[in-house]
């Protein structure tokens, strides 16, 4: 596949840059220091999937909160 190129597809484009910020903060939170411009091509992509395994970690938390009636902490 060519460099850029994206495989999966934001089915709300409203909600892209909330999904890139939440991103970039589950990347903070892990100890990833994102480049200004957040180009993180010379990123491990190991490390790119702590990220991705927080960011559903965290999503996963928010809804058993949700359905449990209580207010979603991040």
Same mark, same amino acid.
Do not use: C, H
């Given at each position: 596949? *060519? *460099?850029g190129q994206r495989t999966n597809q934001v089915l709300v484009p409203? *909600? &892209?840059p909330a999904l890139d &910020?939440?991103?970039w903060e589950t990347a903070r939170a892990v100890g990833i220091?994102? =480049?200004?411009?957040?180009?993180?091509?010379?990123? =491990?992509s190991k490390?790119?999937?702590a990220v991705g395994?927080?960011?559903v970690r965290t999503?996963?938390?928010a809804y058993e909160q949700t359905l449990a009636?209580?207010?979603?902490?991040?």
């Amino acid at each position: 596949m *060519a *460099a850029g190129q994206r495989t999966n597809q934001v089915l709300v484009p409203q *909600a &892209r840059p909330a999904l890139d &910020r939440f991103k970039w903060e589950t990347a903070r939170a892990v100890g990833i220091n994102i =480049p200004e411009g957040g180009y993180g091509g010379d990123i =491990p992509s190991k490390m790119w999937g702590a990220v991705g395994g927080n960011m559903v970690r965290t999503m996963i938390q928010a809804y058993e909160q949700t359905l449990a009636g209580q207010t979603p902490t991040r």
